[in-house]
């Protein structure tokens, strides 16, 4: 891997031939003095290597593949965590008025019953 603008743009390099591949994050324009930069979020390129591993699972499985997911998710979390407590920070977010689930935890979307 090498780092083009830290934080934002890399060049990874492929497994099968000597060459790099061009990958960039997104860069908010409010937070970089306009500079505006396409690409995913961090949380965005995690779920793609969770879908990933599943898929290496399928072909060819293994146990500490459930540990790898575990920990991809739990980044994951730690990511949304940090964006919600920002939001409260900058009182975009009254949490108490956040739906609850079935569990009583903050409402997420698709949830599992039991």
Request: hydrophobic share 35%; charged share 30%; proline share 4%.
């Amino acid at each position: 891997m090498e780092v083009v603008e830290p934080g934002h743009i890399y060049k990874l390099n492929n497994l099968k031939c000597n060459r790099q591949i061009h990958f960039q994050f997104h860069k908010d324009p409010d937070i970089h003095n306009g500079k505006f930069l396409d690409g995913p979020s961090c949380q965005e390129v995690l779920r793609m290597v969770i879908d990933r591993t599943k898929y290496l699972d399928w072909e060819q499985p293994w146990d500490g593949n459930q540990k790898i997911l575990m920990h991809l998710r739990s980044a994951i979390a730690l990511f949304e965590s940090r964006a919600l407590l920002k939001k409260i920070e900058k009182d975009q977010l009254s949490i108490e008025d956040v739906d609850l689930g079935f569990d009583g935890h903050l409402k997420l979307g698709k949830q599992a019953t039991g």
